[in-house]
């Protein structure tokens, strides 16, 4: 008998015996405030859904459209015969939209970074990456074999510091940060990182997955929150949050969309987004562009909800977007607390270490444009009993 596959099983139960084994819930509904999740209607306090456009009629419409024009798939990578005369459009309108020369679009948020960190810096270079960085952009980062030096989390007197003792080192030097950051909604200090990158003369990039429709003027972003147009090299974006769809961009200079056209190995080969996914994110755009309505609605909503948690006792955290940490500290009580809010017909995830710091578990609101003011109530009443009877509130 072959034991080749014994260590997976150990490795297995050992995730069940520790708690750490992730159980995977199921949704037989559309996005939307509400969801039916394991055969249940519950409150949705979980999806990045933030406008409400996963289930927006005219994207839906769009996406049919697009299959009755294009069919379902694209056929081929960008680089061979699956560059569609949609993908250009959404290039050009999307460039338009965040004011940038020039667009690139991928098949998800993860795959734009594999495409622009490789092709940007190598072995002999080095990447200055805020030590809570998303997943993506620290794997992208070890696949372009450049030197990583982390600094500490928003922090520019610390990247400042490092910069000048390592740069020297280096052939070049790329600064990367997330714009939102998913686990605290807090801010990356872009305006400061980018006056120390421009000092240093090193390329600074920044991934606004959590930003793209969400923050700056109508949605457009953190480089249009701190105003630093033209001065972002590499930002990337994706689909698959506040635009409802699926799939990645980078935006910024045309010189780089170029060079991703040439060397970024996902656009290379990986086959092309969907046609139904190009013109669902088509109409998104549209949205936007006529309308702050969505966005309007978002930043009212969160700013409600986090107000009525504070009076409530709770501490939300440094959020400065509509992602509200409900900070509990120890990792059981926040998987007791999300299990008693399921119960209550409340779907907010509960996040423990690695995915947090040791001692900063908590569970993640994430509020949506979709939500009515009734719905956030339902959610503050549901918080306020089971934080009152878990003791973390008096
Ligand atoms: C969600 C996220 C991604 C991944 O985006 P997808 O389009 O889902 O692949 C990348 N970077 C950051 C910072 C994210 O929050």
Known sequence: MSNRLDWIQAELDALRQSGLYNRIRT???????????????????????????ANHPRMVQAAKEAIDRY????????????????HLELEQRLAKFKGVESALTFQSGFAANLASLPALVGKEDVIFSDELNHASII?????????????????PADLQKKIQENLGNYRRGLVVTDGVFSMDGDLAPLDKIHEIT???????????????????????????HFNLHGKVDIEVGTFSKAFGVVGGAVA???????????????????????????????????????????????????????????RLGFDTGQSATPITPVMLGEAPLAQQFSRELFDAGVFAMSLGYPTVPKGKARIRVMISAAHSREDLEKGLNTFAAIGKKLGVIS
Request: glycine share 12%; hydrophobic share 45%.
């Open 27 to 53: 949704l037989s509904s559309p996005q939307g405030a509400w969801l039916i999740v394991d055969g249940k209607k519950v409150l949705n306090f979980c999806s990045n859904n933030y406008l409400g456009l």
């Open 71 to 86: 069919g379902v798939g694209p056929g081929a990578v960008r680089s061979i015969a699956g560059t569609m005369d949609i």
């Open 139 to 155: 794997d992208a980062s070890r696949l372009s074999g450049a030197t990583i030096i982390r600094f500490s989390h928003a922090d």
């Open 198 to 224: 421009e000092a240093h003369n090193v390329l600074l990039m920044v991934d606004d997955a959590h930003g793209e429709g969400v923050v700056g003027k109508g949605g457009r972003g953190i480089v249009d």
């Open 252 to 310: 910024g200079k045309a010189a780089i969309i170029d060079w991703l056209r040439q060397r970024g190995r996902p656009f290379l080969f990986s086959s092309a987004a969907t046609p139904p996914d190009v013109m669902a994110c088509l109409v998104a755009i549209d949205l936007l562009e006529n309308s702050t309505e969505l966005v309007d609605r978002l930043w009212e909503n969160a700013g409600f909800f986090k107000s009525e948690m504070k």
